[in-house]
């Protein structure tokens, strides 16, 4: 299995809602990302976790909240999100965080109303 | 900070053409990755290069690692319909693991 796996696909939720994107994978990698990808624009890293901690938050506003609740399982729980934050969600994994190749899902495609 | 800039931004070329793209930094890269974007899909990894001077070939797409660690190259020979896409090159940030994407370059072939 060499898949990163990423639900829902399509997301629209209004700024008052709580919703959260789940990420797994079943490859043994240790290192987990969350970026964020504006249309035409490359992917901006949000959060790093490794072995399950987090590693790396790019000042990612409080509305986003990530999760590892194991080492297959990644989740990002939004809350109060605007219309600004309406993007592509990609999340991504390697083997350890000192691997530059990193495997990609499909992503979720966000849209805040 | 340190800045992947590519060229060109896009290209639209006619079904059975060689294509050359061009990743190009200030700074000194010692890992380039190349990846390629579908539409509505996620950045898939097509070559990684970890040697200034290397060479690597994957099926019709060959990507050099430039001599002075400051740019990359990716050729694609005899495209076809479904090397549509933006590719990004990729390294790691100064002595981070943090990856930075370069622009893309966005390609569109003609049948």
């Known amino acids: 299995d060499t898949e990163v796996t990423q639900t829902p696909k399509h997301l629209v939720m209004g700024m008052t809602n709580k919703k959260s994107l789940k990420c797994e994978q079943h490859?043994?990698?240790?290192?987990m990302y969350w970026y964020k990808q504006k249309a035409k624009k490359p992917p901006e890293l949000m959060f790093v976790?490794?072995?399950?901690?987090?590693?790396i938050n790019e000042s990612v506003p409080s509305r986003f909240s990530p999760e590892c609740p194991n080492s297959s399982l990644l989740n990002l729980h939004l809350h109060a999100l605007q219309p600004e934050d309406s993007a592509l969600y990609l999340c991504a994994s390697s083997q350890h965080l000192s691997t530059e190749k990193l495997f990609f899902g499909s992503g979720t495609q966000l849209s805040v109303l | 900070g340190q800045q992947l800039n590519q060229s060109p931004q896009s290209m639209f070329i006619q079904e059975g053409e060689d294509v050359s793209m061009n990743c190009t930094s200030s700074s000194i890269f010692n890992t380039w990755l190349w990846y390629k974007q579908d539409p509505g899909e996620g950045p898939v990894l097509l070559i990684a290069l970890y040697k200034a001077g290397e060479l690597t070939s994957n099926g019709r797409l060959t990507a050099q690692f430039g001599i002075t660690r400051k740019d990359s190259f990716l050729n694609i020979s005899a495209s076809i319909p479904s090397d549509v896409g933006i590719y990004f090159c990729?390294?790691?940030?100064?002595?981070?693991?943090?990856?930075?994407f370069g622009s893309g370059t966005r390609l569109l072939v003609r049948p």
């Open positions: 990729a390294g790691p940030m100064d002595s981070s693991y943090k990856l930075i």
């Open positions: 490859m043994g990698h240790r290192a």
């Open positions: 976790y490794s072995y399950e901690k987090l590693s």
